[in-house]
């Protein structure tokens, strides 16, 4: 049993079967399916999209409530030595790179071929802050000095790590343990 942790998904979708392809992209670590270790943090996400969505309805003279939900998943990390996996052990320059490459994609299929990305979440400033700094380089690969800005911009000390389930066969591997309302 050491090896389980349990991981936590926000959300206000209701679903029974994790689908890999139903996540949004241009995202931290690309489309797929995003969790945490942190319930709290899960949590957070979940209420914030649901006033998130709650006004996109109010936007339309919609009045409707949306319900944050929480799963709970159980992962043997023992799965993990069968997987392609990437770990970034900190927000550092290669983790800033994998970030705007993802933020920045144009394409239609991953940027990447990891079953399974962890490490920190860039937070809510991330998006303002590569808008900022990935125009004034041009197109060009981002100097350490432009990564190392962006870097100090989101203050990534602060930030939760994820889990990042990109492919079928890892969110195959994720138990469903529990799925409630948050309250």
Same mark, same amino acid.
């Given at each position: 049993m050491a090896n389980i942790i349990t991981l936590y998904h926000g959300t206000i979708y209701e679903f029974d079967k994790i689908d890999v392809t139903k996540g949004k992209g241009n995202k931290d670590f690309g489309r797929g399916f995003y969790t945490s270790r942190d319930i709290s943090h899960a949590e957070r996400l979940a209420v914030r999209n649901k006033f998130i969505e709650e006004e996109r309805f109010a936007l339309r003279g919609i009045k409707k409530s949306v319900t944050p939900l929480l799963y709970a998943y159980e992962?043997?990390?023992?799965?993990?030595?069968?997987?392609?996996?990437?770990?970034?052990?900190?927000?550092?320059?290669?983790?800033?790179?994998?970030?705007?490459?993802?933020?920045?994609?144009?394409?239609? *299929?991953?940027?990447?071929?990891?079953?399974? %990305?962890?490490?920190?979440? #860039?937070? $809510?400033?991330?998006? /303002?802050? +590569?808008?900022? *700094?990935?125009?004034?380089?041009?197109?060009? %690969?981002?100097?350490?000095? #432009?990564? $190392?800005?962006?870097? /100090?911009? +989101?203050?990534?000390?602060?930030?939760?790590?994820?889990?990042?389930?990109?492919?079928?066969? #890892?969110? $195959?591997?994720?138990?469903?343990?529990?799925?409630?309302?948050?309250?």
């Open positions: 992962f043997d990390l023992e799965n993990l030595a069968a997987l392609n996996v990437k770990e970034f052990a900190t927000a550092d320059r290669e983790w800033m790179r994998f970030i705007v490459l993802n933020r920045e994609s144009k394409s239609k *299929v991953q940027e990447h071929e990891y079953d399974i %990305v962890i490490g920190p979440t #860039a937070n $809510d400033n991330t998006r /303002a802050a +590569i808008q900022t *700094v990935v125009p004034l380089t041009k197109g060009q %690969v981002m100097s350490d000095r #432009a990564i $190392d800005a962006l870097i /100090a911009l +989101i203050e990534p000390d602060n930030l939760p790590w994820q889990f990042f389930i990109g492919t079928q066969c #890892a969110a $195959d591997l994720l138990r469903l343990t529990e799925r409630r309302i948050i309250r």
